[in-house]
Nanobody, 125 residues
């Protein structure tokens, strides 16, 4: 599966952005999807994940209550709605796909087989 992330940009603190990740290739609904981010000089970190059907989601504590992951299997797209953005949310955001189901290991980058190219989100104070 090939992934293409988009929607990043510059936003003021307190603002909102919606990221999209379009998938092509094999059946999109066969993959759990995740969003990760990587700030300069830091390791890639988990943001959110969603099950293959979209019925279950999982969030990092740092974004819980502010971000929402969703998917539209008819459009082969996963979204990340980001509200109440903070300067510390500044990072390159990556979408990822894996054929396994959503589970307790969904937070680790090594458990995803496919990655998009990343989209930069910059939050100014």
């Amino acid at each position: 599966v090939q992934l293409q992330a988009s929607g990043g940009g510059l936003v003021q603190a307190g603002g909102s952005l919606r990221l999209s990740c379009a998938a092509s290739g094999r059946t999109f609904s066969s993959y759990r999807m995740g969003w990760f981010r990587q700030a300069p000089g830091q390791e890639r970190e988990f943001v959110a994940a969603i099950s293959r059907s979209g019925g279950s989601t999982y969030y990092a504590d740092s974004v819980k209550g502010r971000f929402a992951i969703s998917r539209d299997n008819a459009k082969n797209t996963v979204y990340l709605q980001m509200n109440s953005l903070k300067p510390e949310d500044t990072a390159v955001y990556y979408c990822a796909a894996d054929p396994r189901g959503l589970d307790s290991a969904s937070w680790h980058p090594r458990n995803y087989d496919y990655w998009g190219q990343g989209t930069l989100v910059t939050v100014s104070s």
